[in-house]
């Protein structure tokens, strides 16, 4: 059983730089969730995914974020233009499609880290 | 819109203490209830949910009861042990907001032997 995967788990980029995260769900969840987690916070939510769609964008999630899922599977989260203020933790979860209370899943989160 | 409540930290405990957390949410729907927990260097891991009043999640030893008349979900533990220092997080999933998690700002719990 393979859990949410997500990749690189650690980044270090220039501001100014263009970043892409990839998170990989566990198979046939059809939502997919993005997170972001600052150092001594809760996560809090960027968007999520039913299958391909994006439904729903946090105030969060400034023009310079990109979020996609082409095929329903895999998931991209892109930061154009990184600041310093957009360095946390980005976490991908997943789960099944809700009826309330399906679990959702974690992954170990990206780093980022801009310089 | 949704919101959950926790007690800052950090809590520090001896080996064999009891711990609480305490939690309070603010929904707009009828929310399922979770604690997540964050071991260092780690990402969130499910630990308990409920997701109807008066039910009670339970895991690992720790326990929380859904109460619906007083909002809460408060997590304990009757003897934690080192190995249970982590950050733990309450959080909710509503589904008049599409299920997404919302999540309170997080409690460290730090156990010494």
């Known amino acids: 059983d393979t859990g949410v995967s997500q990749n690189p788990r650690h980044k270090i980029t220039k501001r100014g730089q263009n970043v892409t995260f990839r998170c990989d769900p566990i198979s046939e969840h059809n939502r997919l969730y993005w997170y972001r987690q600052t150092l001594g916070q809760g996560p809090e939510f960027l968007t999520y995914f039913q299958n391909e769609a994006q439904l729903e964008k946090s105030r969060l999630l400034s023009d310079r974020f990109s979020a996609e899922r082409p095929k329903g599977s895999f998931s991209t989260l892109e930061i154009q233009r990184t600041e310093q203020g957009d360095s946390a933790m980005y976490l991908c979860a997943s789960s099944l499609d809700p009826a309330s209370g399906n679990t959702i899943y974690f992954g170990e989160g990206s780093w980022l880290t801009v310089v | 819109g949704d919101s959950v409540t926790q007690m800052e930290g950090p809590v520090t405990l001896s080996e064999e203490a009891f711990l609480t957390i305490n939690c309070t949410y603010t929904?707009?729907?009828?929310?399922?209830l979770f604690w997540y927990v964050q071991y260092p260097g780690e990402g969130l891991q499910l630990l308990l949910k409920?997701?109807?009043?008066?039910d009670k999640g339970s895991n690992k030893g720790f326990e929380a009861t859904y109460r619906k008349e007083t909002t809460s979900f408060h997590l304990e533990k009757g003897s934690v042990q080192v190995s249970d220092s982590a950050v733990y997080f309450c959080a909710l999933s509503d589904g008049a907001a599409g299920n997404k998690l919302t999540f309170g700002g997080g409690t460290r719990v730090l156990v010494k032997p």
């Open positions: 929904a707009t729907g009828y929310p399922s």
């Open positions: 409920a997701t109807k009043a008066d």
